[in-house]
């Protein structure tokens, strides 16, 4: 409605007869995108491999009043990790990512029993060993110990570097102390027979100074395959597990 002039109004309409000029194009309102669900990734398929091994948790000591028995390596992406039992179940679990350290003591016989240490974030820790109920090597768990090491590695090789310490022997500090009581030990059951037989020519000190030497050349050799220093985990040391 239009006003044109004091007092005087008039309405246009438009005939419904009014033909449009099709060169005029209104412009088309665009076409609303549909958007697909966002897709999310499948969760990887877990795959566990388990082994018969004893363990101990956080410096359990006495394997015949422990029903821990039973390892198991879970691959399953984000959630992979490693697991104990017991004969009721599941008694434990940690990530690959909770792991902060793994050691490989040394031995110094074909009867010393083969240790695993892993230690956790939050001060927890698990030994996997090749021993029995008894506590001693079971020579027929040493072949599954070693694939368990082996596996294990192959697992944390592609950690994120510096993030798992890898390292062979004891402590620095814990070998320093065995060494000074092999030196004291060396001279009071070594030494001091020795100086009695060569310079007194006292032939009876010959039994304390047999006896000595047959004491301490195990513990010295314990100390030399306990030297500490890291390794490569692509690498693991064939020592420990021979």
Not at 103 to 115: C, E, F, L, Q, R
Not at 227 to 238: I, L
Request: include cysteine; charged fraction near 25%.
């Amino acid at each position: 409605m239009f006003k044109n002039g004091p007092g005087r109004r008039f309405l246009i309409r438009a005939s419904r007869t009014t033909r449009w000029d099709r060169s005029v194009r209104t412009p088309r309102r665009p076409a609303k995108i549909r958007y697909a669900p966002p897709m999310t990734e499948p969760a990887p398929d877990t795959a566990s491999t388990a082994y018969d091994l004893h363990y101990l948790v956080n410096g359990e000591r006495l394997f015949w009043r422990s029903a821990s028995r039973g390892l198991t390596l879970i691959d399953g992406g984000r959630d992979s990790a490693i697991a104990w039992r017991t004969d009721d179940g599941e008694a434990g679990r940690q990530l690959w990512t909770d792991i902060v350290s793994v050691n490989m003591p040394g031995t110094d016989g074909k009867d010393a029993v083969s240790k695993c240490r892993i230690d956790f974030r939050g001060g927890r820790f698990l030994v996997v060993t090749d021993a029995g109920t008894t506590g001693k090597v079971d020579h027929a768990r040493t072949p599954v110990y070693r694939d368990f090491v082996r596996a294990l590695h192959l697992r944390l090789a592609d950690a994120p570097e510096g993030s798992i310490r890898f390292t062979v022997g004891v402590s620095q500090t814990y070998r320093n102390v065995m060494v000074a009581l092999g030196v004291i030990t060396a001279l009071l059951f070594v030494a001091t027979p020795a100086v009695l037989v060569v310079d007194l020519h006292e032939w009876r000190a010959l039994g304390p100074l047999t006896a000595g030497a047959t004491f301490i050349w195990p513990f010295w050799k314990k100390i030399g395959s306990n030297r500490p220093h890291v390794y490569d985990p692509r690498h693991p040391p064939d020592e420990p597990m021979d």
